[in-house]
């Protein structure tokens, strides 16, 4: 019976999700989830919230019993970058091994987040969907958002506040103590000694605070479980390879606008021009007839949300004549991250023949077969 009711209230809650996320514009509504909704399900024992941050940035703050994958080292390469399953971004065993390792079983529901900006969740995304994971959701404004609509990290940061004003008062104090020979010493010392006490309350409170945040410090805490990969289930349509991203390339170069291809470069112009090589690739540069468009134009900065609403995000693929009926590559450094961000957002628009270039400059620039421009 608990079973049963755990099961309608996951149901409901993404009913209540999918209505939010129309408001926004969104064509596919099974995709983003809000942090109002999200927030329920923290503690249910068939979901996982996976932080797609890095290890570092996990121990500083994660949604309390997730899990890291970090999602630069979801794609997995060798040293010369090749990726010896592609264009999955792991071999099968291994990708079993890691993600049974996280203590995801095939039956959770996935939410994958980041601190907001979106690229390392929808990596995470990307990586469980294009392995037949149905199940998968991006917490659309990440740890920030979750911390938004949680009532103990308000009242968390109102007495750090208050903790702040008076140890800079004391501070004040102190050196007025020291300096001024005017002054009531012995009403200053009476305000130091208070303003001990205070701090020493207000620490009290945090501590007893800080037991029920929803976003927490500390380590990863994992059991593993089994899971398994069904290779009829892996989804293909949604990632691809370097042979297809240079068939992609050879018809724009021939056919210009009037290509049924269009491959996204979502890096920054410093990687785009070559001046900025990332570690262990040999060249820096672009794919030919690459469209480039930074991937923080889809990204909402303003309102620390993953995802622009839906007109904003379509004026952004318009503006560059990205259009509904065209075959859609998207690569960054290593797949799942600002490549993965773009590919979801195209989703969100309702756009189908949208695929992550897993390898992509990592693959691509240690290639000395494939052509680049500078």
Request: hydrophobic share 35%; with cysteine.
């Given at each position: 019976m608990n079973r049963l009711l755990k099961t309608l209230c996951v149901a409901a809650s993404l009913s209540a999700t999918t209505i939010l996320?129309?408001?926004?514009?969104?064509?596919?509504?099974?995709?983003?989830i809000s942090a109002e909704e999200a927030v329920k399900l923290i503690g249910n024992p068939k979901v996982m919230f996976v932080s797609g941050d890095s290890e570092d940035i996990y121990k500083l703050g994660h949604i309390k019993?997730?899990?890291?994958?970090?999602?630069?080292?979801?794609?997995?390469?060798?040293?010369?970058?090749?990726m010896h399953c592609a264009p999955l971004y792991r071999c099968v065993d291994d990708a079993e091994k890691y993600i049974g390792s996280?203590?995801?079983?095939?039956?959770?529901?996935?939410?994958?987040?980041?601190?907001?900006?979106?690229?390392?969740?929808?990596?995470?995304?990307?990586?469980?969907?294009?392995?037949?994971?149905?199940?998968?959701?991006?917490?659309?404004?990440?740890?920030?958002?979750?911390?938004?609509?949680?009532?103990?990290?308000?009242?968390?940061?109102?007495?750090?506040?208050?903790l702040k004003e008076i140890k800079k008062t004391q501070k004040a104090d102190k050196e007025a103590l020291k300096k001024d020979a005017n002054v009531d010493k012995e009403a200053l010392k009476a305000s130091i000694a208070k303003a001990d006490n205070d701090i020493k309350t207000l620490q009290a409170k945090m501590t007893e605070v800080e037991k029920q945040l929803l976003v927490v410090k500390g380590d990863e805490v994992d059991t593993p479980k089994k899971?398994?990969?069904?290779?009829?289930?892996?989804?293909?349509?949604?990632?691809?390879?370097?042979?297809?991203?240079?068939?992609?390339?050879?018809?724009?170069?021939?056919?210009?606008?009037?290509?049924?291809?269009?491959?996204?470069?979502?890096?920054?112009m410093a990687e785009i021009i070559g001046e900025r090589k990332m570690d262990n690739?040999?060249?820096?540069?672009?794919?030919?007839?690459a469209t480039f468009i930074e991937w923080s134009q889809i990204s909402d900065a303003d309102k620390k949300l993953s995802f622009k609403p839906a007109a904003d995000i379509q004026a952004v693929y318009d503006k560059y004549?990205?259009?509904?009926?065209?075959?859609?590559?998207?690569?960054?450094?290593?797949g799942a991250g600002r490549s993965s961000e773009h590919i979801t957002a195209l989703q969100l628009l309702g756009y189908k023949n949208v695929k992550v270039f897993t390898g992509s400059w990592d693959v691509w620039g240690n290639d000395m077969n494939l052509p680049i421009k500078r």
């Open positions: 996320m129309a408001a926004d514009g969104y064509k596919n509504n099974n995709i983003l019993g997730s899990v890291e994958m970090y999602a630069h080292h979801l794609h997995h390469s060798d040293i010369t970058g090749e996280k203590g995801i079983s095939n039956d959770m529901m996935i939410i994958a987040y980041d601190d907001y900006k979106g690229p390392n969740a929808t990596g995470v995304y990307s990586f469980f969907t294009s392995f037949g994971h149905k199940n998968v959701k991006v917490l659309n404004g990440g740890r920030n958002a979750m911390m938004a609509v949680d009532p103990a990290q308000k009242e968390y940061n109102e007495l750090n506040s208050q899971y398994t990969i069904d290779p009829k289930k892996i989804d293909y349509s949604v990632i691809a390879g370097k042979e297809e991203v240079q068939h992609a390339m050879e018809d724009i170069l021939k056919n210009g606008k009037n290509s049924k291809y269009v491959i996204i470069d979502s890096r920054g690739v040999a060249r820096g540069g672009h794919v030919p007839g004549g990205i259009t509904k009926d065209k075959t859609i590559y998207a690569y960054c450094h290593v």
